[in-house]
């Protein structure tokens, strides 16, 4: 043979060259290629194939066998963030009908009930769930994130005590005795807790619940309360103990009146977001027993209902240190219960949108109270017409930083503004020394 058709390894061209590489050579190659490359590399091999296994940190189950037959610690051994509420339903692959929520989505068959509580009746057991979480603290001992239904605190109980870097936890259909389970998470820092949703499931967290997580998860930083119950002293149980959070999201609440003063509590928080409440609060109290939050510097308000001008005006007293303003698609904030806002003298970002009964006048005597004003925004608003903006307003607009004025689909000022200053102060055309 001559020495040029010569190799080491015979029919080279035909012959697999990865082989030539150690496993953790090529794991570093494959984790250095683009996400949207990983799934095809897969295809290519066996051994390709549980590479990128390892490679996987994120997972969404949708079968919950695949949990329970231990074939998820094999295929993904390196898991730090796992989503099991699709896998904790049974679902009918078969249907062409779908369910979606803000919370879940999922099939369902057809004979549905719209009086019934439909998740409630299609969850897997509690003792299977507790099961699969006992399956997978063992199996993934360096869980970061967990999205889970229908556990109770001995599963809970087991993750925290297996998986102690866990982080985010994300608990629905929980109650206060779940809640015993959370406490004793030590790191969690993100926690989201969803207890009575509207036509899918029922369940309930009071201040009892509050307080034993208060006082064993201290370490919060994020936390949301979707379809909670509770009160002030909830609230405020929260408060003293959790000294590091910052951002406290309220979601379709059940509350007692007066819990808005327990948010007085919450020295350090810093965002504040109201979200499809039908309610603020339906007895705040006193403006001497409201108190302040010191440190919130953003107020989020989001398809909610204001409709008592006492739990409104309640609202802007508790979070007059507010630097930014966004209010989205919520009902009832007109004229009389807007001018509240001007309590807020520090805001500098105030974001309007879809807020129908809302004027010009009433929009007017409000922002040009807010010295600090930088950054506005007004859109799908349609009673605020641009035929009643005052010369005081349109000064104001000039010397804007940030101006997005879309009221309505007819609106002609920001066309008009073209080539102008108007709503540019502070960037090129401003610059300070």
């Known amino acids: 043979m001559p020495l040029q058709s010569q190799t080491l390894i015979p029919n080279f061209p035909n012959t697999d060259r990865t082989l030539l590489l150690s496993d953790e050579l090529l794991l570093d190659v494959l984790s250095r290629l683009p996400l949207s490359q990983r799934n095809p590399n897969s295809l290519v091999c066996k051994r390709w194939l549980n590479l990128q296994g390892r490679l996987v940190r994120s997972l969404k189950i949708l079968d919950w066998d695949f949990l329970d037959s231990g074939r998820l610690f094999t295929r993904f051994p390196n898991l730090t963030h796992v989503d099991l509420l699709n896998g904790c339903l049974f679902s009918p692959r078969d249907s062409g009908i779908r369910l979606t929520n803000r919370l879940v989505s999922m099939h369902m068959s057809s004979g549905f009930c719209s009086n019934c509580k439909f998740l409630q009746e299609n969850m897997l057991p509690v003792q299977v769930v507790d099961k699969g979480l006992q399956a997978l603290a063992k199996g993934c001992p360096n869980l970061r994130r967990l999205v889970v239904i229908n556990a109770s605190e001995f599963g809970l109980l087991t993750v925290a005590e297996e998986c102690l870097t866990l982080q985010e936890l994300e608990l629905h259909k929980c109650n206060d005795n779940v809640l015993r389970g959370i406490a004793a998470c030590e790191n969690l820092q993100i926690l989201k807790l969803v207890a009575d949703v509207d036509g899918l499931y029922t369940s309930a967290v009071t201040d009892i619940g509050l307080t034993i997580l208060a006082q064993g998860c201290k370490r919060l930083v994020k936390l949301e309360l979707n379809g909670c119950e509770g009160s002030f002293d ?21 509350m007692d ?112 109270s807010w010295q600090y004003l930088e950054s506005l925004t007004v859109v799908s608003c349609k009673n605020i017409n641009e035929s009643d903006i005052s010369p005081a307003l349109a000064t104001l607009f000039a010397i804007l930083k940030e101006l997005r004025w879309r009221p309505d689909a007819n609106s002609l000022l920001v066309s008009s503004l073209v080539g102008t200053c108007m709503g540019k102060k502070g960037g090129r055309f401003f610059k300070k020394t």
């Open 234 to 254: 909830g609230i405020k149980a929260i408060g003293q103990c959790c000294l590091m959070l910052e951002e406290l999201t309220i979601c379709d609440h059940k």
């Open 257 to 368: 009146g007066g819990w808005l003063a327990g948010l007085s509590y919450c020295e350090n928080l810093k965002t504040l977001k109201l979200l499809s409440c039908r309610r603020i609060d339906s007895s705040p109290g006193q403006d001497e027993y409201l108190g302040f939050c010191p440190a919130l510097e953003r107020l989020h308000l989001q398809k909610c209902q204001l409709r008592s001008q006492k739990s409104v005006r309640a609202l802007f007293r508790v979070c007059e240190t507010v630097r930014d303003i966004v209010v989205q698609d919520c009902w009832g904030l007109d004229n009389d219960m807007f001018k509240f806002a001007s309590v807020c003298r520090r805001v500098k970002l105030f974001s309007l949108e879809g807020c129908s009964l809302l004027t010009t006048e009433g929009l007017e005597a409000v922002i040009l």
